[in-house]
Structure formats: structure tokens, C-alpha cells
């Protein structure tokens, strides 16, 4: 089941690009709540809750991968509430290859590959 949910997790996270392009292109959100909120999206309310056995709780990797995915949600926030401003520049410039988005993207996914390997 663990692993299950961390493969969904870089999938959905991955995803995130897409519809942040998306939303750049477009300058509105699908969902009201956006990006912003790290519980909302489907591997957040599995993450969060008690789902995940007190043994995963107490990983390096459940550590590492709370923090990389609350700051992938803030980037994400960011990059969604330029966007929304009309600041299509500057968040393009945030969703780049070396770009702010790009990096915490890429930190939360290889973290999460490492702890779906060791489950």
C-alpha cells in the first residue's frame, strides 16, 4: 500500500508542472484552492493521516519528504498567485529548468523515489 501511494505521489507531483503551465497560459485556477495547501492534494491526505504506520513516521525519509512537500506546495502557491496577478514573466521564470519550481519539484520526487525504494 506504501509504496503504492509514493509512486501516485510523483506522479500527481509531476503532474503539477502541467497544470501550472497551464494556469500560466490560461491566468486561472481549475481548483479555488490551487496548489497552495499541502494536505489538499491526494498524497497529502494519505501522508497526513494514520494511514502511514508509526514506523514510516519515524523514517529519515517521512522527515525529508514533510518538509521537501510543504515546499513544493509553497513554491507552487507562488508560481500559481503570480500567475493569477497576471505575472506570467516571473513565474515562468520560476517554473525554468533552473528556476525555483524546477528545484523543489526535482528535491520532493528523487526524495520520494529514495523512501519508495526502501519500503
Known sequence: MEKQEINN????HAMYRFKLNDLISKGQ???????CTETD???GKWFFDAAVSSRHR????????RQLH???HEVACKVAGLAAEGNTEEARKMMDYDGEFHHA???LVETLMRWRDLV
Open 9 to 12: 505521489a510523483i506522479s500527481e
Open 41 to 43: 492534494c491526494q498524497f
Open 70 to 72: 510543504g515546499n513544493f
Open 58 to 65: 519515524s523514517s529519515y525519509f517521512y522527515k525529508q519528504v
Open 105 to 107: 519539484s526535482n528535491r
Open 29 to 35: 485556477l481549475e481548483d479555488h484552492k490551487g496548489p
